[in-house]
Every structure is written in C-alpha cells, then in structure tokens.
C-alpha cells in the first residue's frame, strides 16, 4: 500500500531539543515518518540549522525545509500590521517565503493531510484542499486572559490586552478552518469550545523521556534539595523563581535551616542572578536538567495562570521529585492532592507541604514513587502516539 503523505508546518525548527514546542514536534515527526512521508516546513529563528541539525531530523525520515525567520524584520512587519485583523504572536511568523514554500509543495505535491503545529502556522493550511490538524496546545484567549490579569508592567499589560481582544474573533475562526484542533488539557478544551463549540477537539497531551528523567537510585543524594527549573528569561518563570527564593523559602528555612534550593535553567535575567544567597543556588545554561531534578527531593512551582500543560513539571515527578504546584500547574497532568502531588493554594501552603516532606523522609521517598508511576501511566510518548494516531485514523477514515 502506498504510503500517505503530511505536510507539517512547525513555527520553530524541532532541533536541537531545547524547549517545549521544539520536544514535542520532534517526537512527532518521528513517530509519524514511521507510517507516513512527512514533510517538513519550519522557520529558524535569526540563521538556518546547520547541516548537523538538518541531518537529525532528516535521519528520523523527514523532509527538510527550512526557513529563517529575521525576528527584528518580523517585529517591525509586526508593528506595521497593528491595525489589520492579526493577533501580534500570529503577525510576527506571516511571511512571503514560508507561504510560497508551502504553496508550491500544496501545488506540486498530493498531500493526504495538512497538520499545522501551534497556531502560528495555521494561515499558510487555512484554505488549502486538503484534510487538515491544528495541533493549536492550549487556548490562546485563556493564556492572554490570565497573563493579563496578573501583569503588573503597563507594557505587558497593554500587549496582553491587544492579544486577548484581537484573539477573541481569531482563534475561533481559524480552528473553524481545521478539522481536528488537538489541546494538551481538557481545560484548554472547554474554554475553546466556549467560544466555537461546533470544532472538532481531541485531547493529545505532551510526553516526557521516562528514561532520561529517571530517579538516581541513591535516594539519599537528593538530601534537603529544592529545584525550580524552566527558561529563566521568560517572564512567568522569572516571577516563579524570585517568589520561591525571596517569599516562600524564608518560610521554609525557619523551620530546616538546612534546606537549599536550586534554581536551574537558562539565561536566567539579573533579577533572578541576585537571588543567590546562603540558602539559593543560581545554576546557569546547564548542559542537561535531568542531573539536577535527580539531585532535589522537592520541586517547587507556584504557577499562577497561563493555560496548557507544564513540562518542567511532567520532567519533575518522572524524574522522582516530590511536587509542591498549584491547581493551574497541576492542569492537564491531573495528579490527586496529597498522593501524587501537593497542590497548594498559598504560600504559606507552599511552605508547610515543603517541611513536611523535608522532615518525613518515608513520605518524600512515596511520594517520589507515586509522582514518577503517574508519569508513566499518564505521560510517556507512547500515549501521545497513541492519542495523535486516534485523530488521523478518525481523519483518514471520514468521508
């Protein structure tokens, strides 16, 4: 039987494996180049891969286009479209070259299905022929929403309130276009369904390597160690971290002066350099995370909004951490309070979950187990394969 063939449009190059987005379109691209012809259409920001990185998604069986994105040409062109019918983070990947690209594959070639990664690329598939996925993640309206109400800068207040107000009429619309939109929470599903409850939603949640973020079987090195993880320049992240070192951790000390907590991530801003202290270690572009999470017996992560899943999270409990988050950050991974996690409506919430795992070693060690076993039963690859090959057999199938 012939193989078919995907078109895949990615706003981010899926190499190297650095971030979120990057991870998962990898994995993707790998597992469908198992069954399908894929290929790939992604932007690269500022210069094009080099040609390892070309070679590391063409050995996984893709096809490579690339193509560079100028982020300050994309940011002026931004600017310029203000008043036009475009949210900011849709306008910024508008190109003439990503289109004409993905016009003359569409026009040359017979693609079976059209999938559109994030919905950045969503324009370039909207009107084309073909049986189309959004993989859209989360809703875009609900992460601008809650970004706005908790921004205290007048700039970032402004641009999450043009986002929200522009994405309202936008993202219905575009996933009008599609005919499956994919969301990693049920969460995320419910709210868009609000806003365009006649879409086609499917649940494909994100995976995490349980091999590479495994516990160290030594449980003892990870002694009174706290971590905090993620892309340290992203503002959220930046405001998780000065929280946790300057208004959670001196709770937590009072009561185990000997905990230490470990900020790790990369390019981490001043704000949060000038947190290191006595009690706070700043660990810098480290070459791998899953030294770290296997080195600290407690994860901290006091989110506050946002939408989607968290996979600083997902690469905590698989990795043996016991987790102290919210009922945001718990979205989309759904542990039970108190047996997998600890969900935590305060501060002083935060601390007093932290000691009591400090202070009871058994607890922790369960804890560690538990958190690591709902991972595996809920978070591997194979269950977002399994998840994503049940929407293109229900595409493939439908008349």
Sequence with gaps: MERKKILFLSSRYPFPLIGGDKIKSYHLLRHLAKKYDVTLVAFSFANLPNSKEIEAIENIGVRVFPIKLNPILSGIVTGLRLPLEYPLEISFYLTKKFKQVVDELVNNEKFDIGIAFFMRTAEYLKNKNIKKILIAEDCRVLYQSRSFTRSTNLLQKIVRWW??????????????????????????????????????????????????????????????????????????????????????????????????????????????????????????????????????????????????????????????????TTKTGNQGIYAKHGEHAFIA???????????????????????????????????????????????LEELLNEK
């Excluded at 949060?272 to 407690?298: Q, S, T, W």
Aim: aromatic share 10%.
């Design 163 to 324: 986002e929200v107000f522009k994405l309202k009429k936008y993202e219905p619309n575009i996933i009008s276009k599609y005919d499956y939109t994919t969301l990693v929470t049920v969460e995320d599903i419910e709210e868009m369904k609000k806003a365009n409850n006649n879409a086609k939603y499917r649940l494909v949640t994100n995976g995490v390597d349980i091999e590479r973020y495994a516990p160290n079987e030594n449980y003892e090195v990870r002694g009174k160690n706290i971590i905090f993880t993620g892309k340290l320049s992203v503002w959220a992240n930046t405001m998780m971290a000065i929280k946790i070192a300057t208004e959670i951790m001196p709770r937590i000390i009072k009561e185990v002066p000997d905990a230490k907590l470990m900020i790790v991530g990369s390019n981490p801003p001043n704000s949060v350099r000038n947190l290191k202290n006595d009690f706070v270690e700043i660990y810098a572009d480290v070459p791998d995370l899953a030294e770290y999470y296997a080195k600290a017996r407690i994860f901290l992560h006091p989110h506050d909004g946002a939408s989607g899943i968290q996979n600083k999270l997902l690469e905590a409990m698989s990795s043996g951490c016991a987790v102290v």
């Design 345 to 391: 409506k305060s501060d002083d919430d935060f601390a007093r979950y932290t000691v009591k795992l400090l202070q009871d070693l058994e607890l922790s060690k369960k804890m560690s187990e538990n958190s690591r076993n709902w991972i595996i039963q809920t978070h591997t690859w194979d269950v977002v394969f399994e998840q994503i090959d049940g929407v």
